[in-house]
């Protein structure tokens, strides 16, 4: 098989086998949702007969091949995705080479990775594209060995007939398997559970290997015979642009091959103004860029400022939402007549990504075809942005995506790569854009920071009879909250609570906005979380107890337009999960606490209880986190899965703990790790992952495990020394006791 990459030639429902050109075969397949899926072409001028789909191909010379769709940002979605197809396919998961498919939405769907939804999106159709294939090979050795194929079976890339020991490779039949009729869909059977030889195991990460020899490439890795190298200067106020630069001194800076200003466009999200530098190497770029003078318009935020955002919050939050996410009963009431009330005030801050691969890109242009090579998290959305900023039709930009060190939901907006794709139209060559720790720190689309009031009440038997709630939060327009900065409302307790109210007002800001893991759920599970536990202490309860009472004997709720349907068992069954397994109740002296907390959130139920120690002086260690996990009804890999969790809890706590953003006149304050600080490994915790498979659609697991670290940690904060942390990052709270 000599052609890397399928091309498409047709639309159909399923299945399709035909002959082609030189001897060759071609089969490809339309699975799931997606009318597109894999209809496809396989050069074959060497004569090789060839079983190939959008995810599959097997050659006559028995190799096969997977291909990958999705990005690979650490998630292991390179390995968990392949592990379905060569589990129906039935070959030994060391025997298998998987390449990353060729960017084509059209036939893959969203190539994008984000929302935890690579697992659930392609969990059926990977499946179906193993077993179509595994199908027809068993019809080929059947017709061959003329036996009924009910008599055959697979194992380690072969057909099997166990009466008269007959056995045959993959390579062997592929040509007699494709020239077969398209079997019909029901034909097609997917293994049962209890035939599965690598679904549930523990595999290995398929880059581990060239990753530790440095083999794997990420975009920041990525060059090409005569590549320039750029810089791209944005005003450090946001929404800010340049009015003039010493342009012409820049030019004359060692290496600098051209400097000039590019106009962006309007949107936070797009592509911002800024001033360009292009050189001969990483190096010279930057040298330049220190002597590079600039008049900015700073625009109309030049003097906003974190404080002022605080404080506008704290007005707005007392008086009447913009809108109403959800109320039932009488709110107000309940609270005049509650046997305890509580206030409480919760605000959080905005916080970066901060990957460990700063941004960047590579694009070449030959006056015709733009070709690019980017680490990009939604690679299909960042063409559409190169489309929008060169002018350069869609059909004429080719993106090729490579591994990705670290994305959190960053690589999901285009910016990086629309600042690459403009160079390089203007040099007509190939170029870099890199970035500095600095520039992705001052210049990312942020987590959105928010202020939560509530106000709750609780009858003479400590039950919560009353909820309040106003969600002070931010947008770049008018009434629209930004990327992740919205509420839903069906979030937890919504609907378990008879009177209950939770309103929303949009405070507009001219900072740019992205998804942070988990978006929304990252904040809101924490506000929740927290003030449940609050209202459990007044009631003199364990929090554990009142959170179990909502739940029970609540049927499923559907979705609506405030969210997706919610199942009070699922929450339930992780809550005395991971009760049980981290022994919850056990008495701890003072300055030692547990706390508990759940959410939903990607479809996926987490609960989490941490145990913490806080000396006298305050000094805080997170001694374990144990986790309850229902992700469905399969853990694909077993390794990977407990990397997502484990990756959650670090990555949950080295927000909650240390991270936070502060603006003045416009722009962040902050710069480098040495004021934006991460967890290190001396303070990570002990963590115990536990999942409970339930008979339920798979889903994905980036994101559902981060949500309840922070409120687990902070609730056992509070255990521990009676202090109630309602502003985040954690170390900004004095934690000392007596």
Not at 337 to 346: E, N
Not at 496 to 522: D, H, Y
Request: proline share 6%; glycine share 10%; net charge neutral.
């Amino acid at each position: 098989m000599n052609s890397p990459l399928p091309k498409r030639i047709d639309r159909r429902s399923f299945l399709r086998i035909s002959a082609v050109a030189g001897g060759g075969l071609v089969i490809g397949f339309t699975l799931g949702a997606n009318a597109r899926a894999g209809i496809e072409v396989v050069d074959t001028t060497a004569g090789d007969s060839v079983i190939s789909n959008a995810f599959l191909r097997i050659s006559s010379d028995g190799s096969v091949t997977i291909l990958s769709h999705k990005p690979e940002i650490g998630q292991g979605i390179r390995t968990s995705l392949p592990i379905l197809v060569a589990e129906e396919l039935d070959v030994p998961w060391e025997s298998i080479r998987i390449i990353s498919s060729p960017l084509d939405e059209e036939t893959y769907g969203w190539q994008g990775a984000g929302g935890s939804g690579s697992t659930p999106g392609n969990y059926q159709r990977m499946r179906e594209a193993g077993a179509a294939a595994r199908y027809l090979l068993i019809q080929a050795a059947a017709a061959r060995w003329a036996v009924p194929p009910t008599e055959c079976s697979t194992a380690e890339g072969k057909v099997l007939h166990k009466g008269s020991g007959k056995s045959a490779s993959y390579g062997e039949l592929v040509a007699d398997a494709a020239k077969l009729p398209a079997p019909e869909p029901s034909v097609v059977k997917l293994k049962d559970r209890s035939e599965y030889k690598i679904i549930g195991k523990r595999i290995s990460g398929i880059d581990n290997p060239r990753l530790v020899r440095g083999e794997a490439l990420f975009g920041i890795d990525q060059s090409a015979p005569g590549m320039l190298y750029a810089v791209y200067v944005k005003c450090p106020v946001f929404g800010g642009k340049p009015v003039r630069a010493n342009l012409d001194q820049i030019k004359r800076e060692p290496g600098v091959t051209d400097a000039f200003i590019s106009e962006g466009t309007k949107d936070l999200n797009g592509l911002m103004p800024g001033v360009v530098i292009v050189a001969k190497s990483t190096w010279q770029a930057f040298s330049a860029q220190r002597k590079l003078a600039v008049t900015w318009d700073e625009g109309p935020s030049a003097n906003d400022s974190w404080a002022d955002l605080l404080t506008r919050a704290e007005t707005l939050s007392q008086q009447a939402p913009e809108s109403i996410l959800n109320q039932s009963g009488d709110a107000k009431a309940a609270l005049s007549s509650a046997a305890r009330k509580v206030d409480a005030v919760y605000h959080f801050p905005f916080v970066s990504h901060a990957t460990l691969e700063p941004q960047n890109c590579f694009a070449s242009y030959d006056g015709d075809i733009l070709r690019i090579k980017a680490p990009s998290q939604n690679p299909g959305s960042a063409v559409d942005l190169c489309a929008e900023v060169t002018k350069i039709p869609k059909e004429k930009i080719q993106l090729e995506m490579t591994r990705i060190g670290g994305g959190f939901g960053r690589r999901l907006m285009g910016d990086f790569v629309a600042e690459a794709a403009l160079v390089a139209q203007r040099v007509k060559g190939r170029v870099k854009v890199t970035w500095t720790r600095e520039e992705d720190m001052q210049h990312d689309q942020y987590r959105p920071g928010g202020y939560f009031r509530f106000s709750g009440g609780v009858d003479t038997e400590g039950k919560i009879t009353a909820w309040h709630c106003h969600f002070v939060t931010v947008g770049n327009e008018k009434g629209q909250p930004g990327n992740g900065a919205s509420l839903g409302g069906d979030e937890f307790p919504a609907r378990l609570i008879p009177n209950f109210f939770s309103g929303q007002t949009v405070q507009e800001v001219k900072i740019p906005m992205g998804w942070w893991r988990a978006p929304g759920s990252c904040t809101t599970a924490w506000v929740m979380q927290s003030f449940i536990d609050e209202l459990a202490h007044a009631a003199g309860r364990d929090p554990l107890a009142v959170r179990l009472e909502l739940l029970e004997g609540q049927e499923d709720f559907p979705g609506s337009n405030w969210g997706p349907g919610f199942s009070p068992k699922r929450a339930t069954g992780v809550l005395k999960h991971v009760a049980e397994k981290a022994g919850w109740g056990k008495q701890l002296p003072k300055g030692r606490g547990q706390g508990i907390a759940f959410h939903f959130s990607h479809m996926g139920y987490v609960a989490q209880v941490a145990e913490v120690e806080v000396s006298k002086e305050g000094a805080l260690r997170v001694l374990k986190v144990t986790a309850a996990v229902d992700v469905g009804a399969e853990i694909i890999n077993l390794s990977g899965a407990e990397q997502q969790v484990e990756g959650s809890i670090v990555d949950g706590l080295s927000a909650a703990w240390l991270q936070g953003l502060t603006y003045e006149k416009g722009r962040m304050q902050q710069t480098n790790f040495h004021d934006y600080r991460l967890l290190r490994i001396n303070d990570a915790p002990e963590m115990e992952t536990h999942f409970l498979r339930t008979d339920n659609m798979v889903t994905g697991l980036g994101e559902p495990a981060l949500p309840p670290l922070a409120p687990a940690v902070c609730n056992a904060i509070f255990a521990a020394t009676g202090k109630r942390i309602r502003t985040l990052p954690i170390e900004s709270n004095d934690l000392s006791w007596s």
